[in-house]
Antibody, heavy 119, light 107 residues
């Protein structure tokens, strides 16, 4: 199970930090990687980045490399995504997903966190 | 960066019939390709990974095939509950990436 934090409303230029708590997996938290995917209103999925809970290695999509930071807290089995310098273009549903142990496909998805950026 | 494309954009199928969805990668992703189902207001659901392996709990009506650059998701005996948007995703190279999706509607 993957449970995300609640909806956020932010002003342009602000930052947001969304959490994603994982539980109920066959293997320890550190055995998995976690992805963040967003979906703007009326649009498809956009892959943002991935973090390994094992060693903290991160991979980011080109457009997110400068504004997004992924981190983990292994003591609480929680993954965090921070997005800085928000604009209205960042208004979207943000999903966290735990990859499968046996393949880097997103097996367990969170419920999504709606981030609204508006003045 | 690998670009994923999907066709058709929308597919309207009668219940009980089959739906065939296509996904193409701009370069080879071997078999590192997943299919997801997404219904409005719900979390996405993994259907297929490794191009052809069904995720746990996914009915056998969903079949994935292909390798390299061309992939297919076939949904047999379509149910009204299968109405959703279906996305393919490559996870062979960084950055990972999704196709634009195929919307499946039941007539």
């Amino acid at each position: 199970q993957v449970v995300q934090s609640g909806p956020e409303m932010k002003m342009p230029g602000a930052s947001v930090k969304v959490s994603c708590k994982a539980s109920g997996s066959q293997y320890p938290f550190t055995a998995y990687s976690f992805d963040w995917v967003r979906q703007a209103p009326g649009q498809g999925f956009e892959w943002m980045g991935c973090i390994s809970a094992y060693n903290g290695n991160t991979y980011y999509g080109q457009k997110f490399r400068d504004r997004v930071t992924l981190t983990t807290d292994t003591s609480t089995s929680t993954v965090y995504m921070e997005v800085r310098s928000l604009s209205s273009d960042d208004t979207a549903m943000y999903y966290c997903a735990r990859d499968l142990f046996e393949a880097a496909a997103a097996g367990d998805w969170g419920q999504g966190t709606l981030v609204t950026v508006s003045s | 960066e690998i670009v994923m494309t999907q066709s058709p954009a929308t597919l309207s199928v009668s219940p009980g019939e089959s739906a065939t969805l296509s996904c193409r990668a701009s370069q080879s992703v071997t078999v590192n390709l997943a299919w997801y189902q997404h219904k409005p207001g719900q979390a996405p659901r993994l259907l297929i990974y490794g191009a052809s392996t069904r995720a746990p709990g996914v009915p056998a009506r969903f079949r994935g095939s292909g390798s390299g650059t061309d992939f297919t998701l076939t949904i047999s005996s379509l149910l009204s509950d299968d109405s959703a948007v279906y996305y393919c995703e490559q996870y062979n190279n960084w950055p990972r990436g999704f196709g634009p999706g195929t919307k499946v509607e039941t007539k």
